[in-house]
């Protein structure tokens, strides 16, 4: 049972670290999609007590408000 927890950590920090480096080159219109998308996904869950579907559309509503927010001007 130790070695399932430890591969489980390994494997959610790996994860992690690639998810990290996948968004060094995104524009900032693509990060605050994202970002947008995590918060939603999280508010979403909390809200309707772990519903997948409240999930899904928390998710669906943070990022379009992140991409809605963000101006398309580059700086």
């Known amino acids: 049972?130790?070695?399932l927890q430890t591969l489980t950590k390994v494997t959610?920090?790996?994860a992690t670290v690639a998810a990290f480096a996948g968004?060094?080159?995104?524009?900032?219109?693509?990060?605050?999609t994202a970002?947008?998308?995590g918060a939603?996904?999280?508010g979403g869950a909390i809200l309707t007590e772990g519903s997948a579907l409240g999930t899904l559309g928390g998710a669906a509503v943070g990022g379009v408000i992140?991409?809605?927010v963000t101006d398309?001007?580059?700086k």
């Open 23 to 32: 968004c060094a080159d995104m524009t900032p219109k693509q990060r605050n």
């Open 72 to 74: 398309d001007k580059k």
């Open 35 to 37: 970002i947008g998308a």
């Open 12 to 14: 959610l920090i790996g």
């Open 1 to 3: 049972m130790k070695t």
């Open 40 to 42: 939603g996904a999280v």
């Open 66 to 68: 992140g991409n809605v």
